[in-house]
Structures are given as structure tokens and as C-alpha cells.
């Protein structure tokens, strides 16, 4: 079993790490984590290259990244929620599924064949709502082949108490780990 988690957090000590390390801590078989904040890998530029092309010509990390998501058996997209949505510095990585998306749409190849779990870690505090970070989520992990998707969890009490406090979202991580290491 392969996870990758794409953490939109700069903060090692904050509440979004808190969470990823208590999925990772329950996840069985091997996983990932990709930074967002200082992985080096670049925003897409709309160059259209992949639209003739396998492949971005930007070279980075991405393809390391390519490798494991083509064969991973899961995907989370964990993120602190800023002005109702996900840290920009993980939609800039992620805006790089837009090799996968020209490859369907216009060489009609599919590059990701494996389905996947997806799941989403959601943190913030104040009276944001969570249907726009929600939404984004969802429609990263189907580009990256989710067939399933978790309900995701979100902790908005974090102006208040950690998100490892809340005995709610410590329930729904383990229940995201169960359904991540789902063998059937």
C-alpha cells in the first residue's frame, strides 16, 4: 500500500503536520509527503507542451512525483484553509495534474491507470466555511484518479484549541486511515 499527501502547510509544529503525522502514524504500508511550501516544484505555466507531449518540460521535482502518483494506491491533499480555500503554495503544485488532464483531452491517452483512494485534511479557524477548499479538493483527487473519496476531515476550531484536541477529528483521521488502508 503507497499514499501520497500533498501538505499545503508551511508550519512543522502546526495543526495540519499534527494531523498528517496522525494519519501517517495509522496508515499501513509505505507513504509520502510533498511539501508545497519547499519542494521546489514549480506552477504549471499553460506552456502546452504536454498537450503534444508525455510529460512536463518543465523539469523539476514533479516527475519523481509523476513516478509515485502512477502507482500510489492513495491520495490526500491536506491543507490549512486560507480566505475559504487551500494554501495557494499547494495549488501551485498541484497545478501541474495539468499534464494528466492535456493527455486525456487531447493525445486521448490516459497516464494515470490505477485508481485510487482519495482523502482531504482540512484545518483553519475563524467562521470560514469549508465547500470552497471541499470542492478544489475533490476535483485534484479525481484528476489523480480518485474512484473513491473520503468525507473529508475539517477542523475549523483551530483559533481556539489544536486540532489534535478535538476528539471529533482525531475519530475521523483514524476513520480516514481505515478507509485508506482498505485491502478490497
Known sequence: MKTLIFNGSARKNGDTYALINELTRQLEGEYRVVDAH??????????R??????????????????????????VVIASPVYFCEITGPVLSVLSRLQMYWASRNYRHQRLLQKPKRGGMLLVGGGKG???SPMNT??????????????DPVCCFITDTCHAMESEETVKEVKQ??????RKD
Not at 176 to 181: E, H, S
Open 38 to 47: 519547499t519542494c521546489g516544484i514549480h506552477a504549471c505555466c499553460d506552456c
Open 49 to 74: 507542451y504536454c498537450w503534444e507531449h508525455e510529460g512536463c518540460c518543465v523539469k523539476d521535482g514533479w516527475d519523481e512525483i509523476d513516478v509515485y502518483l502512477r502507482e500510489c494506491d492513495n
Open 129 to 131: 466555511t469549508a465547500t
Open 137 to 150: 479538493s475533490a476535483v485534484l483527487l479525481r484528476q489523480m484518479n480518485a474512484k473513491e473519496i473520503f
Open 176 to 181: 480516514l486511515a481505515d478507509f485508506l488502508n
